[in-house]
């Protein structure tokens, strides 16, 4: 397959050096010709989401459309990620930065003419996410030391939230959507829930993607209209949205509609830009070329943002569902070691992302000021050292005199051989899979490599059932606060992939989680940067020693946008679009 293509990814590569055009040019933010109207077309990668439920949302896609209809108390600056209210009118933090009050805005209101209210914001943290009526990832990074903060209504317009101890990443938490508490208890009342197991399963069918549009009610910018499933995804604009133009007064969003058209690949969302069928679209680097050169043709502008903040990683079932004797390799750090070692990141980084990407060393990107440049990986295949680990760790190579292919087996004479999955549509994990398993064969691992569709296989990981390993990627949340990644590396949390502890009676949990665990406790305590620094390097070395996830390599981001848009920028944090309410469509 690819790994074929050197010559021919080489001449691309080359042709790639010649975007140095695109590499510092925006479009800028605000042109004279910007009005209201028309339709944004965009695509969206996969199938239907889950569900528009953001409080629930386990997907991207699904994460992604609850968070354009509902809006939290504060904002995050594009480009300083500094907090800026927006439900909320003002802030305020107490000296001994326990205690922060929130002065709500006045006269903002629901899609369906109520008002939001200090009441919607205290349903929503005591009752959604304290009681768990939603079963969320958000509460996994909102409790310190397992307790959940104090929030209490001080006054019509003021909230107050509090901690038992500082927690320094607390105001990232008030970008937490907020739902409108008379509709969810509404929905509540017409599925008769009382309990508060009913009240689960009934709110766990709040906002599904089948719900009719006239029965959400919503905050943000944009609300859902309709679904033709398995094709689009289409919303309007929210003519009851509190911000407005600065110049005429009148309420945003710029935009009347967006449509999101579901497409399976890069081939069909290249044809769909290409064709005005959209207006925005993801550039691999192995696209990037062919872009470039379709540039002036077509009236796009191709943008260069720079290293992604996404990760891609490889991962073992560590879960005791796994059967034995791949739950005892699994759980050997020697083997994720000496897998680690044979992967061959510089052959990832040169036929995946055409030269333009850099191996990944640790959880958090290059551009993090928390990352820790003391933990790096050789981008090189180190298979005879690999083959070392194996022998130490009891594992013999054999040939087998009939193929004469390498064959590893452990000191119970078992062949080791698993299931490597990822998921359909996303070429460049494929292509990592095929080059991987490829690596892992010089050592005698056979890695079946499959894929799954997404929406399949994260049901798989969430159950720790019915798979081996994985390779696939988390996207980059806040580069500035580590504790966004919680969920992920607390031993309880709900995205804890290599070894789910919901999932079983009598999980066990490894002195090194229980190390990171303590880790990412210590680490929302204190406000001194240096002390937090330091506190993530020890994490880093952690994960970089353990390997739960073995880390590949990421690439540069380009994106091409049609030049009809306009509110679109080159930003630090937030991707070409600081806002999508002020996005428009030019003359």
């Known amino acids: 397959m690819a ?6 990814l080489i001449i691309l590569f080359s042709i790639l050096l010649l975007l140095n055009a695109c590499s510092h040019s925006d479009i800028k933010s605000k042109d004279p010709d910007s009005k209201f109207g028309g339709i944004l077309k965009l695509t969206q990668r996969g199938q239907d989401a889950k569900t528009l439920n953001p409080w629930i949302a386990t ?18 600056d594009p480009d300083t990620d500094q907090p800026l209210p927006l439900l909320a009118e003002s802030f305020k933090i107490s000296k001994d930065q326990k205690t922060i009050t929130v002065t709500m805005k006045e006269n903002i209101f629901w899609s369906d003419d109520e008002e939001i209210t200090v009441d919607d914001v205290l349903f929503t943290w005591n009752n959604l996410l304290r009681d768990q009526i939603a079963i969320s990832m958000s509460r996994d990074i909102i409790l310190v030391d397992g307790e959940f ?10 909230i107050q939230f509090k901690t038992k101890t500082i927690f ?7 970008g937490l959507e907020i739902a409108p508490k008379h509709h969810v208890l509404e929905h509540l009342r017409k599925a008769n829930a009382k309990t508060l197991k009913e009240q689960q399963l009934a709110f766990n069918n709040y906002l599904n993607i089948h719900s009719k549009a006239e029965d959400i009610v919503c905050s943000g910018a944009f609300k859902f209209s309709k679904i033709q499933s398995g094709e689009r995804i289409e919303f309007v604009r929210n003519p009851r949205y509190f911000e407005t133009d600065s110049e005429t ?15 399976q690949d890069d081939s069909a969302d290249i044809f769909k830009f290409l064709s005005g069928e959209s207006m925005i679209l993801g550039v691999s680097p192995n696209n990037a070329a062919f872009i470039k050169s379709m540039e002036k043709k077509y009236d796009y502008k191709l943008m260069d943002l720079g290293p992604s903040q996404a990760s891609n990683f490889i991962w073992f079932n560590m879960s005791k569902n796994i059967p034995e004797p791949k739950y005892s390799w699994f759980n050997s750090k020697a083997f994720r070691e000496a897998v680690s070692l044979a992967i061959d990141r510089e052959n990832i980084i040169n036929n995946v992302f055409q030269g333009l990407g850099s191996p990944l060393n640790t959880a958090f990107p290059d551009i993090s000021p928390f990352y820790n440049p003391k933990v790096k990986v050789d981008p090189l295949a180190e298979t005879s050292k690999a083959l070392q680990v194996l022998k130490q760790a009891g594992f013999t190579l054999k040939t087998n005199p009939e193929t004469k292919e390498k064959e590893l087996y452990d000191s119970k004479s078992n062949r080791v051989e698993f299931d490597l999955f990822t998921n359909s549509g996303n070429k460049e994990r494929e292509l990592m899979g095929v080059i991987i398993s490829e690596n892992l064969k010089e050592i005698g691992i056979k890695a079946n490599f499959k894929l799954l569709e997404f929406n399949n296989f994260v049901g798989k990981i969430m159950s720790a059932k019915d798979y081996d390993a994985g390779v696939l990627g988390f996207s980059g949340g806040s580069s500035n606060e580590p504790n966004s990644g919680a969920n992920v590396w607390n031993s309880t949390g709900r995205l804890h992939a290599f070894d789910p502890k919901a999932t079983q009676e009598n999980p066990l949990t490894r002195s090194w989680e229980k190390e990171i665990d303590s880790i990412f406790s210590r680490g929302v305590k204190t406000m001194d940067f240096n002390e937090r620094k330091e506190i993530y390097d020890k994490f880093q070395e952690i994960v970089f020693r353990e390997k739960p996830f073995i880390y590949l390599a990421t690439p540069r981001v380009f994106t091409a946008v049609s030049k009809d848009l306009g509110g679109i920028r080159k930003t630090k944090y937030a991707g070409i679009i600081p806002d999508l309410a002020k996005v428009y469509i030019k003359n």
Do not use: C, H, W
């Open 59 to 76: 997907d991207a896609s699904s994460s992604q459309y609850g968070s354009m209809m509902f809006l939290g108390l504060l904002k995050f």
């Open 249 to 263: 007064g009148k309420n945003l969003p710029y935009i009347d509609r967006i449509i999101y058209s579901y497409v």
């Open 168 to 174: 320094a990443p607390f105001l990232r938490n008030l």
């Open 149 to 158: 903060p104090e929030v209490k209504k001080l006054s019509k317009q003021t």
């Open 3 to 8: 790994l074929g293509r050197s010559s021919k």
